[in-house]
């Protein structure tokens, strides 16, 4: 029987989760209207450098955004105690993957002079990519936090601290990066300082509510619990790969494509802007699904799931089917927005006309992308999913490989990355579809029993 009380209680969380999950591409977007007036090679450059920090960070967030997993089950189960113990998961999480990537920043950002770019764009994503790599604590504890907070139903809170992060990075992006207000004009420099930025006032913010809540106060949740803490890698890390895995080929295939031409490049990064317009909202819907499944399972409520995985997989169709229709019918327009006014700003509203039809026809796909595969992390089978998705984006990076060598176009490449994501958006269906997720647990024994 179709039970409405799981769609009802999915948009109720959704409004603030699919905010706090889009604020990632909003500042992107906002960078890259920015650095529209200052030049085409930085909006080029925004695209591989940006999809390599969140590569890179992905594996550090995901690993860390995953502590939300275990404060849902633990508030599905009433323990705040175990909430508070959670949240400690991701919290180290995030300062030990900072530090690693405040060193590794410099040393990562020199393999941008191999991807065979113009000396101008290699410049720019270096600087782009170090400044952010080197700032990773900062969104990682993010994930942490806001996990703590959605998963326990506070996701305005969320929502609020978002648009404030939003607003420092939005003035600070046009001061630094144009030099406007007496700031100096950095660049691509200033967009990467102005994200920074913004993420480090969000932290803030973070730390300052979980102290309110009592979370340093909980001398028990405090204490570092060897055990638990590999445990909750051993889950953790999984989704973190399979995210980093994920940015890998998308990374790549970006390479690929930037080795067709400027305009190329530039077109698929604002190809990736716009479609960020549909991805984080539906990827707020999945990570609101995540947190009912948590809930769910923490209170022993298996027989819900289905049923939630379901309705929430329709709710986010229908979404990606409208923003596809929008994205193949009003292609022009939407890339001329970021397009600037440069010499090749012609051919680069061409080639991005062009590959927003891939955009709107793959969109139906990932919503099953996206909500299957929310659905299964939070059940506890992130070990399979990222076997599973490793297994096609090594199919997805050899085709890409392949083609760059025999045939290299931008249909052909934008027809290897829509049948990757379609391919994929089957798999986790059937994954699901099948139920060895009920097999799967996300506590330990221990922390069942109490």
């Not at 409405?4 to 990632?24: F, Y």
């Not at 939300?68 to 089950?73: L, P």
């Not at 990537?101 to 101008?120: D, E, I, N, V, Y």
Request: glycine share 10%.
């Amino acid at each position: 029987m179709f039970r409405t009380r799981h769609t009802i209680g999915l948009l109720r969380l959704a409004g603030p989760m699919i905010l706090s999950s889009s604020a990632v591409t909003m500042m992107q977007i906002i960078d890259a209207i920015v650095l529209s007036r200052h030049s085409s090679e930085a909006v080029a450059a925004m695209g591989p450098a940006s999809l390599a920090v969140i590569l890179f960070q992905g594996l550090l967030f995901g690993t860390a955004g995953y502590a939300g997993t275990f404060v849902a089950h633990s508030h599905g189960k009433g323990d705040r105690s175990g909430v508070f113990k959670a949240a400690w998961l991701g919290i180290r999480t995030a300062a030990f993957s900072g530090i690693g990537a405040l060193l590794l920043a410099w040393p990562l950002s020199q393999l941008f002079q191999l991807a065979g770019h113009s000396a101008q764009v290699t410049d720019d994503e270096i600087a782009y990519f170090w400044i952010c790599m080197a700032g990773s604590f900062f969104p990682v504890a993010n994930a942490a936090l806001a996990g703590w907070l959605s998963s326990v139903g506070r996701t305005k809170i969320v929502t609020a601290i978002t648009f404030v992060s939003l607003a420092v990075n939005a003035v600070l992006a046009w001061g630094l990066v144009l030099g406007a207000w007496g700031m100096p004009r950095l660049g691509i420099s200033g967009a990467a300082a102005s994200t920074v930025a913004a993420q480090m006032v969000a932290t803030a913010l973070y730390l300052f509510l979980f102290a309110r809540s009592g979370g340093f106060a909980d001398t028990a949740a405090r204490r570092f619990d060897r055990t638990a803490f590999w445990h909750f890698l051993s889950l953790a890390v999984p989704m973190g790969l399979r995210i980093s895995g994920e940015l890998v080929a998308w990374t790549f295939f970006s390479i690929m494509v930037g080795r067709l031409g400027t305009a190329e490049l530039a077109a698929s990064s604002i190809a990736f802007r716009i479609n960020g317009l549909a991805f984080f909202p539906a990827l707020g819907l999945g990570q609101a699904a995540g947190i009912l499944v948590g809930n769910a399972r923490g209170a022993g409520r298996d027989e819900d799931v289905p049923a939630i995985a379901w309705q929430s997989l329709i709710v986010c169709e229908i979404w990606m089917l409208a923003m596809g229709i929008l994205f193949a019918t009003a292609s022009v327009p939407l890339v001329s927005v970021f397009a600037g006014d440069g010499p090749e700003s012609a051919a680069i509203v061409e080639a991005g006309a062009l590959i927003m039809k891939f955009v709107a026809f793959y969109c139906i796909f990932d919503a099953a992308n996206v909500m299957i595969g929310c659905v299964l992390a939070s059940a506890g089978d992130t070990h399979w999913i990222a076997r599973a998705f490793f297994a096609s984006s090594g199919v997805f990076l050899a085709s890409l490989w392949l083609a760059d060598r025999i045939m290299p176009t931008l249909v052909v490449e934008w027809t290897l990355a829509t049948v990757f994501v379609s391919a994929t958006a089957v798999i986790w269906s059937l994954r699901f579809h099948r139920g060895a997720w009920r097999k799967m647990t996300v506590l330990r024994e221990s922390e069942t029993a109490s």
